[in-house]
């Protein structure tokens, strides 16, 4: 699975963005169109010098979400199967937000496929 996140870039606080991360991948068959559904999806970030964080997650059927107490109600995580998407809406942006943003593909326990990152930087 290859994942491609875009839509960062620089943003004052208290503006927003909407990161999108598009997944290609193997299937088993032509006709297995479906193959995105089976796959758990993340958002999560890195700053300068700190750890890689957790941000945002949503289950394979969209049916359930979870987010990292620090966005709770400001961002916002959806997917759409029909295109192999997930998005992170991102509102009120404050400058603590500022990361690498990194999307990431979950199939069964752990995250196993990464995306290349997109740099979302917030002024104040």
């Known amino acids: 699975v290859q994942l491609q996140a875009s839509g960062g870039g620089l943003v004052q606080a208290g503006g927003s963005l909407r990161l999108s991360c598009a997944a290609s991948?193997?299937?088993?068959?032509?006709?297995?169109m479906d193959w995105f559904s089976r796959y758990d999806m993340g958002w999560f970030r890195q700053a300068p010098g700190?750890?890689?964080?957790?941000?945002?997650?949503?289950?394979?059927?969209?049916?359930?979400?979870s987010y990292a107490d620090s966005v709770k109600g400001r961002f916002t995580i959806s997917r759409d199967n029909a295109k192999n998407t997930v998005y992170l809406q991102m509102n009120s942006l404050r400058p603590e937000d500022t990361a690498v943003y990194y999307c990431a593909a979950k199939p069964y326990s752990t995250y196993n496929y990464w995306g290349q990152g997109t740099q979302v930087t917030v002024s104040s």
């Open positions: 991948g193997r299937t088993f068959s032509r006709y297995d």
């Open positions: 700190k750890e890689r964080e957790f941000v945002a997650s949503m289950n394979r059927s969209g049916g359930s979400t």
